[in-house]
């Protein structure tokens, strides 16, 4: 059996496809299914565009087109980042598995020195208004400024533009790079983005389920619900990447834990907010989280009137 699974074109991307890729053709191989699985290269606007991305990825800059492909048929399913997922479903698609989730966390990467250590004014590099805000609310003196592109390009910036780049643990720990981290930062500091660190795997309507149940087989129940209860939050506070909105949430046996935070751009005032109940109901508890947020004044922090 041959499968195509729809891939963006970077190295990072590449890399996380496949490292699912190869998880299903093992977990097929271990239940008697010879599998094989082909890489089908798609081109995303995010790839494409040399603008700033903020604002965009909330309508799913690195996603639409590998759902185009799926639909067309040019592919079987495809693999994304969840984090730049729009928390909305796919009315067409189904969201067949999310693995394992990996490291949560941000990292600093400079020359040397740590966030406290840093130089005054220190010049740090990176795209997300989350993750802008966050550095501003633990350094006052920093200057963030705008940063894209892949990790080369990123690390690149540290040969005299940039004092720092933030990157996520995750993608540098897929690539083998993590040792070019100079610091991860603590979530209680830098909370995450909704979704960090988990991979979804969307599979075409209509899929046969002699290769689809294979595809199922590689979700990881516990990153299900905690990455559920975190965008369960994001919808209702109708937030993308352009709003500084982070969550975590953990899962220990049934009980799960979720932990927000909402910042205003200038990283000068913070709302943050906890939860806890049973990761069967996680989407109810991410929901009304938000909702408490928003009735505290989350929106105001966010831009909005």
Not at 70 to 90: I, Y
Not at 95 to 109: E, F, G, N, P, T
């Amino acid at each position: 059996m041959k499968l195509r699974l729809g891939t963006r074109g970077s190295t990072l991307a590449r890399t996380q496809s496949g490292m699912v890729a190869d998880a299903l053709v093992e977990h097929a191989a271990s239940v008697g299914v010879e599998l094989e699985v082909e890489l089908v290269e798609i081109t995303t606007h995010g790839d494409i565009s040399r603008g700033s991305l903020v604002g965009l990825s909330e309508v799913g800059v690195f996603v639409n087109a590998l759902r185009d492909a799926l639909l067309a048929g040019e592919c079987d399913f495809a693999v994304h980042s969840l984090k730049d997922m729009p928390t909305a479903p796919h009315p067409e698609l189904e969201l067949a598995a999310i693995s394992k989730r990996a490291d949560v966390r941000d990292a600093l990467c400079t020359t040397g020195p740590g966030l406290r250590d840093l130089p005054e004014g220190a010049r740090i590099g990176t795209g997300s208004p989350r993750r802008a805000a966050q550095l501003i609310s633990l350094r006052r003196d920093l200057r963030v400024e705008g940063l894209r592109g892949n990790v080369d390009t990123r690390l690149g910036k540290l040969s005299g533009e940039l004092d720092g780049v933030v990157l996520a643990a995750a993608g540098l720990e897929r690539l083998g790079r993590l040792d070019e981290a100079t610091e991860l930062l603590d979530p209680t500091d830098m909370m995450p983005a909704p979704g960090q660190g988990a991979l979804a795997i969307e599979i075409a309507p209509g899929a046969d389920d002699a290769w689809a149940d294979l595809i199922r087989a590689l979700d990881h129940a516990p990153t299900r619900a905690a990455v559920t209860a975190e965008r369960s939050l994001l919808g209702v506070l109708d937030a993308g990447c352009a709003a500084p909105v982070a969550a975590y949430a953990t899962v220990a046996g049934e009980r799960l834990s979720l932990r927000a935070r909402v910042v205003d751009a200038g990283g000068t005032l913070a709302l943050n907010e906890t939860a806890q109940g049973p990761a069967s109901e996680a989407a109810s508890l991410g929901r009304s989280t938000g909702w408490t947020l928003l009735g505290r004044g989350a929106g105001r922090l966010m831009g909005r009137a």
